[in-house]
């Protein structure tokens, strides 16, 4: 596959040992997908600016600014509003789920997650563009 056709993905989470795994699992897909990491929020909107992803997944509890502030700051803005945002969180509780939708998270995804689930869903947001 050549590199204009490879989809850009950006993950945004704190957690060490969450993106040593998903940098393992893309190194495997690095045919389909470019992969870009930031640890907190205010790195996080750098790199949606630069690198301009077609799919973030995206933390709700950060250091900074908090995941849901990030997606509707990403979603308020003309240049940024077209990425998809599948929100992830290890506190699963229904008033996040709805809050997080609301700011205009596109899927929401609980943590810890089954590998073939998080790639179902990034397969139906990219294929949504």
Known sequence: MQTYNKKRILVVDDDYMLIASLIRIFQHLKSKYFLDIAMDGSEALGRVLNFHPHLIILDLKLPG???????????????????????????????????????????????????????EKIDRLLEEE
């Open 65 to 119: 600014i908090n995941g849901f502030e990030i997606c509707e700051t990403i979603k308020a803005q003309p240049e940024t509003l077209d990425s998809k945002i599948l929100a992830i969180t290890g506190y699963d509780i229904p008033a996040n789920r709805r809050k997080i939708l609301a700011s205009g998270a596109d899927d929401y995804l609980p943590k810890p997650f089954e590998l073939n689930k998080l790639l």
